[in-house]
């Protein structure tokens, strides 16, 4: 009786969401909906003309030898510490003249370093940041005058520039000491936690747009399926009881749901998963080791409503992308009673996010392609980073005046890198 009431709801959803929006654009004409007020012009704006910025020359042994290493970093979902850098070395916001510069940016691809299962191993990462810091401030006399204050970094690792994959270790390590002062540029973001500073920029991770642009569906498919998920629900081999990962969100899921046919969940990934979250209504995109997954970049290009299940997550451009208005959250506590929450949306409000998903500014916003295009995330960054400026005055210090603390942190981290 309790399956046949769901299939009755589900069929009554399905059938006003086959008027829907088409599945994801990049580029395809269907109904969008303009994001209304300033998220929609903030998310337009041209950084161009308002900031300009100093990229470090750093030895290749900090960057481009690295990828020769290991060429799988160019489609890590961390890759963004790579295309940035390409990006900003043709930008027009780029000055060769550092006097001029409102930014410094260094180079450093700290996640390069992967297992052979293409895992990232953060743990050298503290000291080869260290070891660039050091080679900047030796050279030049830019982070001296500031310690940071006017540098930026990438810092796209699980948890920031914590440099740990778990959160009990990345917490107990807090943010490199000698980057208290910088701006953070990093997917990490979560409320109230140590590994997230104040004025840090929250990013999305890295997916590979030709390769999302190549699994495209016809537009007027149908969204046939209402909830999508893919992915792990444990983590045995980190986590064998079971009540750590994901916090147990991702275990509730699945002992929920796994039998209600309204889910289409699984731990398998098969090759048609950029079809089938074309042809879904919803996406669940719950927190792993990290709130943060490449799901919900997924989820946006392919105007998959996002159903954001990570408390206290800081989602990418915040200040720009109305996420309350595309996506769904629901409260780790809150996750048996999924099906219920989705089930009582109103049809008006799933068409409604569907459109604003379809708006390409709002796909743009979320993606790093090659060649950058005007909106994109790179592009996004700079306008986080203009809006920083004009710097206050007082992050310039006296000539003899030192904040950092420069042996703060773990003995192993004071190794040379």
């Not at 005058?145 to 690792?157: C, K, N, Q, Y």
């Not at 792993?288 to 989820?299: F, M, Q």
Request: proline fraction near 9%.
């Amino acid at each position: 009786m309790e399956i046949r009431r769901w299939v009755f709801v589900g069929v009554i959803c399905f059938a006003v969401l086959l008027t829907r929006t088409s599945s994801v654009g990049l580029g395809r004409s269907q109904p969008t909906e303009r994001i209304s007020g300033s998220a929609g012009d903030v998310l337009e704006d041209d950084p161009v003309g308002r900031l300009k910025v100093f990229v470090y020359e750093l030895p290749s042994k900090y960057n481009k030898k690295i990828l020769q290493k290991d060429p799988r970093c160019l489609n890590h979902m961390f890759a963004a510490e790579i295309y940035m850098h390409r990006f900003l070395l043709s930008s027009p916001v780029r000055t060769l003249n550092p006097e001029e510069a409102d930014w410094f940016y260094t180079p450093v691809y700290t996640t390069c370093d992967l297992t052979p299962n293409g895992l990232p191993l953060p743990f050298k990462s503290p000291r080869m940041m260290r070891s660039a810091i050091q080679l900047i401030s030796s050279n030049w006399p830019y982070w001296n005058r500031t310690e940071g204050a006017d540098h930026f970094f990438l810092v796209p690792h699980d948890f920031g520039a914590c440099f740990h994959y778990q959160e009990e270790k990345a917490i107990e390590r807090g943010i490199l000491h000698l980057l208290q002062r910088a701006t953070l540029v990093q997917t990490f973001g979560q409320r109230n936690h140590v590994c997230l500073k104040e004025g840090s920029i929250t990013i999305p991770p890295y997916a590979p747009p030709q390769k999302m642009q190549t699994h495209l569906i016809p537009e007027k498919t149908p969204r046939s399926i209402f909830v999508y998920f893919r992915g792990l629900f444990y983590d045995v081999g980190n986590d064998p009881e079971g009540g750590y990962y994901a916090r147990g969100a991702r275990a509730a899921v699945w002992e929920n749901f796994k039998d209600n046919p309204l889910f289409d969940i699984s731990t398998e990934h098969p090759s048609t998963y950029y079809e089938d979250m074309q042809r879904a209504v919803f996406c669940l995109c719950p927190l792993g080791w990290a709130p943060w997954s490449p799901r919900l970049v997924e989820a946006v290009i392919f105007g998959c409503i996002p159903v954001i299940i990570a408390d206290d997550i800081v989602l990418p451009f915040a200040d720009a992308i109305p996420w309350e208005e595309i996506g769904v959250f629901v409260d780790e506590k809150d996750v048996p009673n999924l099906d219920t929450v989705l089930t009582s949306i109103p049809p008006e409000v799933i068409l409604r996010k569907q459109r604003l998903l379809a708006n390409p500014s709002m796909k743009q916003a979320m993606l790093f392609p090659q060649p950058a295009q005007p909106g994109d995330a790179f592009h996004q960054v700079l306008n986080g980073l203009a809006r920083k400026l004009p710097h206050d005055r007082r992050i310039y210090l006296r000539a003899v005046e030192r904040i950092l603390n420069w042996t703060a942190g773990p003995v192993g981290d004071l190794k040379p890198w």
